[in-house]
């Protein structure tokens, strides 16, 4: 009889000790989930624009650029072609620090799909070169995207005047990003967890999304 009901109360010890721990499973799930809906992305400044080679990352208008530079991009132009290649940074920001959470939880963001979208037109895709440590600090970090596109493909029927002016507006002494949006779907890895975001976010200049 004795023997009975240890075999009982092992069981039920062995119950509570699963039950607990499958519930300590199911927040940490929880929390990581919160904390991935925490982590924020913003775009940030452009840099290192090259427009047919031609580097107008410091100018500030059009008027700037040598005689012989404008020759080139003109020259470009006509063979409607219109290579553009910058640094595009994204702002990630974990505010996973701590104050409001168990414990502090740092993010690796391990992928980044995304399209751009250059005056609301749909341009082209990419993705993340290599994973992002994203401290769980409030600090902001920067994620750097490669962006290479022909600009006459998508903007050639606008004219010259004004696809120089765009580019201008984006690439130059002001390295504005306000003309361009991200359609993006991140991936990240927090703790051992690996989780893709659900659904697509809009990432834009004005504030953290």
């Keep these: 009889m004795k023997t009975r009901k240890f075999f009982v109360l092992l069981a039920i010890f062995a119950a509570s000790t699963l039950f607990f721990q499958s519930c300590k499973q199911l927040k940490n799930i929880a929390d990581t989930f919160t904390n991935m809906q925490n982590l924020k992305f913003k775009l940030g400044k452009v840099g290192s624009f090259r427009l047919a080679g031609i580097d107008i990352s410091n100018k500030n208008s059009i008027s700037d650029v040598t005689a012989m530079d404008i020759l080139k991009l003109t020259q470009a132009f006509k063979t409607k072609k219109f290579p553009a290649e910058f640094i595009l940074n994204v702002d990630a920001m974990n505010p996973n620090n701590g104050k409001n ?5 740092d ?6 799909d995304w399209n ?3 005056d609301d037109v749909k341009t082209i895709s990419g993705g993340l070169a290599s994973p992002v440590s994203v401290p769980g600090s409030g600090e902001t970090v920067q994620i750097p995207l490669s962006v290479s596109l022909d600009l006459y493909e998508f903007f050639g029927k606008q004219g010259y005047d004004k696809v120089i002016n765009l ?18 779907q991140p991936s990240v890895r927090i703790g051992n967890i690996p989780l893709s975001y659900p659904g697509r976010i809009t990432i834009v200049n004005t504030e953290f999304r």
């Design 101 to 105: 959470q168990t414990k502090r939880s």
């Design 107 to 112: 993010a690796v963001i391990t992928g980044l």
């Design 116 to 118: 751009l979208y250059i």
């Design 167 to 184: 580019a201008m507006a984006i690439g130059g002494a002001g390295n504005n990003s306000a003309k361009l949006k991200l359609d993006a």
